[in-house]
């Protein structure tokens, strides 16, 4: 059995990242975000098709095809690491299911700049339980509400300077800096991090977003596609703040 374990545990993340590319589609398909095409094509070939290799849509964009091998992979190796060599305090399980439901909002945030409410209810209920278990009901209470409220301080401050910006170009701005679905993840990261954590959390992810805003300018720039005030995805920034506390704690609190 201890030879076959391993072999048991890649396959068991191997089929999550599967299903984990059905859900992403399956809300790709309620909100009417894909194209027809693409869509009429995944719905032919049903969600089982999401679990076996090769996975090709020729109608969906290369992108998305090339999503789907990756997070497939991407699971299979996080299922080997963290059974086999989890990091301090982080229990297979819940560690697992939290990395899965991140997975969901990043993709979407990346591929569509959307946070859908579904996926933020979903997750204000796993990480109520997960914050739970990890602190005290309080504790998660507290982180949540920390994190909702210091987003929605960001996320208006941007409205007002989008406005300002706006009024000065004479022409509106057409999309703001952050969405409102940060605001309900910035939420949903402080429950499971819980207070005081959510702050450290925050700060690694404004920090990694100002970074990778620089690299995105900076790359914009030298293939001459620079775009001022262009939005960014912040959701995948955000996420990586609590991962690296929950999961790297030791090398980012040093």
């Not at 545990?9 to 299903?19: E, H, P, Q, T």
Request: charged share 15%.
């Amino acid at each position: 059995m201890s030879k076959i374990l391993p072999l048991l545990i890649i396959a068991f993340g191997f089929f999550s990242g599967g299903l984990l590319n059905f859900i992403i589609a399956k809300l790709y398909l309620s909100r009417n975000i894909i194209n027809e095409e693409c869509a009429n094509s995944i719905k032919e070939q049903g969600w089982l098709r999401y679990l076996f290799w090769p996975f090709v849509v020729k109608s969906c964009p290369a992108k998305q095809q090339l999503r789907v091998f990756l997070v497939d992979l991407v699971f299979a190796a996080v299922a080997y690491w963290l059974w086999f060599d989890p990091p301090l305090k982080v229990e297979f399980w819940w560690g697992f299911t939290w990395i899965a439901y991140l997975a969901v909002v990043v993709v979407m945030d990346l591929e569509y700049r959307v946070v859908l409410l579904q996926v933020s209810a979903a997750g204000g209920i796993l990480g109520l339980l997960i914050g739970t278990y990890l602190h005290t009901f309080s504790v998660t209470v507290l982180g949540g509400l920390a994190g909702y409220l210091l987003m929605l301080g960001l996320y208006k401050f941007g409205e007002v300077f989008g406005k300002k910006v706006g009024e000065m170009r004479g022409q509106e701005l057409e999309e703001e800096a952050l969405g409102f679905g940060d605001v309900y993840v910035s939420g949903i990261l402080g429950l499971v991090l819980g207070w005081p954590g959510i702050i450290n959390g925050l700060v690694l992810g404004i920090l990694a977003g100002g970074a990778g805003g620089l690299a995105h300018v900076a790359v914009s720039v030298v293939n001459r596609r620079f775009k001022a005030f262009e939005p960014i995805p912040y959701a995948p920034y955000l996420v990586f703040g609590a991962v690296a506390l929950l999961y790297f704690r030791e090398i980012f609190l040093r």
